[in-house]
């Protein structure tokens, strides 16, 4: 009885999904302005997770200090178990070579061109790739992912809203991070470029199994990339679910997300 | 109250560009070097400013020599003319003017530069992708400047001494030859090397003010604007300081 009961664990443990990322109790103010209120949350290995909320509901500060753009005043933020508010500067930038990022202008360096884009995170962490010597590979490998290996001489400004948004994709992509995470990914987009931003979204994560984290307002996006949800209100989780449990809920905050 | 608030916002500034300094010296000895982005820095830096220095050099030199030698030709005195030329814009006039010239140029460029890519977020993409863009951007920038100045010095110098002596050969009749042989005799080390010196120290305040402006920015578009255009300011009372501060010091060890 106990011999099985210990193959149920183990096999329990295997099934269960690596926790990618956790933040607990995080709290950060400006002044009397209290953005983040004791906001949780945990992304599980290949989950794509989506949080909605209002503008100034601590969306932007929660993700900022995620990746560790801003210190939170208290709370932990583990990535892939370390927790980020105790890492120096070296452990701090490895461990966010598992992070990709898509910011909400894309944050292309302009003085550069689409290749040197690209090949700016692998300066300093191309050891991070095994067996890769030849940069441009890596950069046609990741230009081509998004469908723009045409593009690799071309500068940031010689390219649409749609087009800055897949090479900042590519690149956010190249170091081959576990995490990404996505901020307002189809805001400043026609419907039809959102469209086909969400669908690389799917595809880009089925390709390299990553586990990622979207900021959006756009209920379509939610509705076709989330897996689960959390609704953040005044800094804190209001309600979590999958997109239909939150989409049928009767209470009217959540309503007014979907709408 | 308001004049309370202005003086303690200029004071926590200071403070905070006296941390962003002691920031840069903590940081420029530790790896991992920036060599590629600082020689491209100091291409780009003295690319953009060598037509200008050259222009503010030349026009030094014709101007000092026209608006001088009406004076010494009433005293029979105008074969002092290379030797006055030459220590005037040696010692200040030429490293003065040319870092100004400098610093509206170069401390307004990084400023700008800087503070768009702030609120771009280009400069959080690069700390996210995990590169120290204070290295990268900043003191590479800082030291570019620091080391492109002294040059950009020097060279201005010997085209406003020869634009000077263009006007010498054209109104007295002045060889090359002697014209130049007269600078050589009445310069002395003691000339160069302490003007030289102190033009370090106005690229290194220049490219600071310009990278603290541009690194702080905030406030969206018109934060880089305001960004640019007090590095300017900024940047030029720090060079009149240090001019200070560099003609006391020399006073006190070469008496001039």
């Known amino acids: 009885m106990n011999q099985t009961q210990n193959i149920l664990d183990d096999t329990k443990k295997q099934n269960a999904k690596k926790l990618m990322l956790e933040i607990v109790d995080l709290r950060k103010s400006f002044g009397d302005n209290h953005v983040l209120n004791g906001f949780n949350?945990?992304?599980?290995?290949?989950?794509?997770?989506?949080?909605?909320?209002?503008?100034?509901?601590?969306?932007?500060?929660?993700?900022?200090?995620?990746v560790g753009l801003m210190q939170a005043d208290s709370g932990s933020i583990k990535v892939m178990g370390k927790d980020i508010t105790k890492l120096n500067r070296v452990e701090l930038d490895n461990i966010r070579?598992?992070?990709?990022?898509?910011?909400?202008?894309?944050?292309?360096?302009?003085?550069?061109?689409v290749r040197e884009n690209l090949e700016f995170p692998l300066r300093r962490h191309k050891k991070k790739l095994e067996n890769i010597n030849d940069t441009t590979l890596l950069v046609i490998e990741a230009l081509e992912s998004v469908g723009l290996a045409h593009a690799i001489n071309l500068m940031p400004s010689e390219l649409s809203g749609g087009m800055k948004k897949r090479i900042a994709l590519a690149r956010a992509l190249i170091l081959k991070p576990k995490i990404i995470l996505y901020d307002e990914p189809t805001s400043g987009l026609d419907p039809i470029t959102s469209k086909e931003i969400i669908e690389l979204m799917r595809r880009v994560q089925k390709q390299y199994k990553t586990s990622s984290l979207i900021i959006t307002h756009d209920v379509d996006c939610a509705r076709v990339v989330s897996e689960r949800m959390i609704l953040l209100v005044d800094g804190t989780n209001y309600a979590e679910g999958t997109?239909?449990?939150?989409a049928l809920s009767n209470d009217e905050q959540v309503k007014v997300f979907f709408k | 109250m308001h004049k309370n608030s202005a003086i303690k916002s200029f004071f926590i500034e200071i403070g905070e560009l006296i941390y962003f300094a002691g920031r840069f010296f903590k940081e420029v000895f530790s790896r991992p070097f920036e060599f590629k982005e600082l020689l491209r820095q100091c291409y780009n830096i003295g690319n953009r400013s060598i037509l200008l220095i050259g222009v503010?050099?030349?026009?030094?030199?014709?101007?000092?020599?026209?608006?001088?030698r009406p004076t010494l030709q009433e005293f029979g005195a105008e074969s002092w003319m290379p030797s006055m030329v030459s220590i005037s814009i040696i010692r200040e006039i030429g490293p003065v003017i040319i870092a100004l010239?400098?610093?509206?140029?170069?401390?307004?460029?990084?400023?700008?530069?800087?503070?768009s890519m702030r609120v771009t977020e280009q400069i959080d993409a690069m700390e996210v992708s995990g590169t120290n863009p204070f290295k990268f951007l900043v003191i590479t920038r800082i030291l570019a400047a620091t080391i492109m100045l002294p040059i950009l010095v020097i060279f201005g110098d010997a085209i406003?001494?020869?634009?000077?002596?263009?006007?010498?050969?054209?109104?007295?009749?002045?060889?090359?030859?002697?014209?130049?042989?007269k600078v050589f005799k009445t310069l002395e080390f003691s000339d160069l090397i302490p003007a030289?010196?102190?033009?370090?120290?106005?690229?290194?305040?220049?490219?600071?003010?310009?990278?603290?402006?541009g690194y702080n920015c905030k406030k969206g578009t018109v934060g880089v604007g305001k960004a640019a255009n007090s590095a300017v300011v900024y940047a030029s009372m720090l060079l009149f300081i240090l001019d200070f501060i560099a003609v006391f010091i020399t006073d006190i060890f070469f008496e001039i």
């Open chain 1, 41 to 66: 949350l945990e992304l599980f290995e290949g989950e794509n997770l989506v949080i909605m909320g209002k503008s100034g509901s601590g969306k932007s500060v929660m993700i900022k200090c995620l």
């Open chain 1, 97 to 113: 070579t598992e992070i990709g990022f898509l910011f909400q202008g894309n944050a292309l360096y302009d003085s550069m061109t």
């Open chain 1, 243 to 246: 997109f239909n449990e939150l």
């Open chain 2, 56 to 68: 503010t050099g030349f026009i030094i030199g014709l101007v000092l020599t026209l608006q001088t």
């Open chain 2, 101 to 115: 010239t400098f610093a509206g140029r170069i401390a307004s460029g990084i400023g700008a530069e800087l503070g």
């Open chain 2, 160 to 181: 406003a001494l020869y634009g000077s002596y263009i006007i010498e050969n054209a109104k007295g009749d002045v060889s090359f030859v002697l014209y130049f042989n």
């Open chain 2, 196 to 213: 030289t010196i102190k033009t370090f120290f106005f690229g290194f305040a220049i490219g600071l003010v310009g990278c603290f402006k």
